[in-house]
C-alpha cells in the first residue's frame, strides 16, 4: 500500500533562508536515497513559522529502507547537522498518509 509522509516544520521565522537552503538540498538527496519527492512548501503568505515537507513510498517497508540509506548518505548526514548547528527547525511531526481511491 502507498504512502505519503507528511511533516510538519515549525521552523525560526528569522531564519527562514537557512530552512530554505536545508529544503533544497533535499531535492537530490531524497530521490537517491528511494523516496518520491513531492516537495517541500515554505511560508509564504499568513502564518510564517510552519513549512511542509511531502514524500511518497511505495509501502512502510519501503519508507523503512529509505531511512536506513538516508542514514548512511553523506550529504544526508551533513544536511541533518547543518538543521542542528543553525537550530532553525523548531518542532517536527509526521504524518502517514494513504491515498484514498475508487473502489470498495
Do not use: Q
Not at 70 to 93: P, Q, T, Y
Amino acid at each position: 500500500m502507498p504512502i505519503t509522509v507528511f511533516i510538519r516544520y515549525r521552523i525560526d521565522p528569522f531564519k527562514r533562508e537557512l530552512y530554505e537552503a536545508y529544503a533544497r538540498r533535499w531535492l537530490s538527496i531524497i530521490p537517491r536515497c528511494g523516496g518520491d519527492l513531492i516537495g517541500y512548501f515554505t511560508p509564504h503568505e499568513g502564518t510564517n513559522d510552519i513549512a511542509y515537507g511531502l514524500i511518497s513510498f511505495e509501502s512502510l517497508a519501503a519508507y523503512e529502507r529509505y531511512r536506513a540509506t538516508l542514514r548512511s548518505d553523506a550529504e544526508g548526514a551533513a544536511n541533518f547537522a547543518l538543521a542542528e548547528e543553525h537550530k532553525f527547525i523548531l518542532g517536527e511531526e509526521r504524518t502517514f498518509l494513504r491515498n484514498v481511491v475508487a473502489g470498495p
